[in-house]
């Protein structure tokens, strides 16, 4: 029989949580045909065992390292038989007519690439992101966070669905036709930013990028991300903006990027000193940049897993 859709979960110490979105998909994926792949990045608490012993009917995937979600996902990718994929986070589960819903709408719109259910029960959040703009990221970050709030709270209406730049990547389906035409999850961004980096290849292709009102996935936000220490998680996140920037604005405005960063944090980090201010990052976050230098304006964009050395 025909798949309608691939759910692909990408897993890393979420035992109970993805147990939880397994049993989802299968409650509330019928009456579509539907597989789960689920691929299991080296997790330390059981996860694969308990897909092996629990979940006999999802396909599994279990790699001996944590290779980044880009590349999990990619290795789901190559097994998904569905004429459409879904990306669904561990920490993330399906609730009543939501899935039925995204492929009705998708069925119905062949010009939508992408598109994204609710992400809160009370259906107000717009589970989406604006294009990064230099202008707005030489702003303070409070600043830049609070206008681009505003742009993305923007985006909702009323209808079956309205457009957005680029879609959250915890329940996001996919048009397998459009991913054979973009390509895969890009794997030089180990994690985050790769919403992002898939949206607006699917913009460039012409694809429309929607979020479906009326239906809801509930999202247990940065289950997996929280378990990766701070400092680390701002690293990770840090680098991956980097390489988004590298890859699609090109090395001259990456530069002006860093530049205005590493001036920011030279007098954040002055201040510190100078306050005897024990709790700012700024230092941190200065000595980083200053020994990533290559890494973020010369050498070609890599997986960063966010070391602190």
């Not at 980096?197 to 429309?208: H, P």
């Amino acid at each position: 029989m025909p798949v309608d859709v691939s759910v692909i979960t990408v897993s890393w110490n979420t035992r109970e949580l993805l147990g939880r979105c397994i049993a989802s998909v299968r409650k509330w994926a019928p009456p579509l045909v539907a597989e789960h792949i689920v691929v299991d990045n080296a997790s330390s608490d059981g996860s694969a065992e308990m897909v092996r012993k629990l979940y006999s009917n999802v396909q599994l995937i279990a790699n001996d390292d944590n290779l980044g979600y880009t590349r999990g996902c990619n290795q789901g990718l190559a097994r998904a038989q569905g004429r459409y994929v879904l990306f669904l986070n561990p920490d993330a589960e399906l609730t009543e007519g939501c899935l039925p819903r995204l492929v009705e709408l998708m069925d119905a719109h062949p010009d939508i690439g992408a598109c994204s259910p609710h992400l809160k029960p009370d259906m107000q959040d717009v589970p989406a992101g604006v294009f990064p703009r230099l202008w707005l990221r030489l702003l303070p970050t409070a600043t830049n966070w609070r206008i681009e709030n505003r742009r993305i709270r923007a985006f909702a209406r009323d209808g079956d669905c309205y457009d957005v730049e680029w879609l959250i990547g915890a329940c996001l389906l996919v048009r397998r036709e459009a991913l054979d035409q973009i390509g895969p999850l890009e794997e030089r961004l180990f994690m985050w930013y790769d919403d992002a980096d898939l949206g607006l290849r699917l913009k460039r292709a012409g694809w429309r990028r929607v979020v479906v009102n009326g239906a809801f996935c509930h999202h247990h936000h940065g289950a997996a991300a929280s378990q990766v220490p701070g400092l680390q998680a701002d690293f990770r996140m840090t680098m991956a903006e980097y390489t988004y920037w590298r890859l699609h604005k090109g090395w001259l405005l990456t530069w002006v990027l860093y530049t205005n960063r590493l001036v920011r944090l030279a007098l954040g980090a002055l201040v510190a000193t100078a306050g005897r201010n024990q709790a700012s990052l700024a230092p941190a976050r200065f000595r980083w940049h200053l020994r990533h230098l290559r890494d973020i304006l010369f050498r070609e964009p890599r997986p960063y897993r966010g070391e602190l050395d």
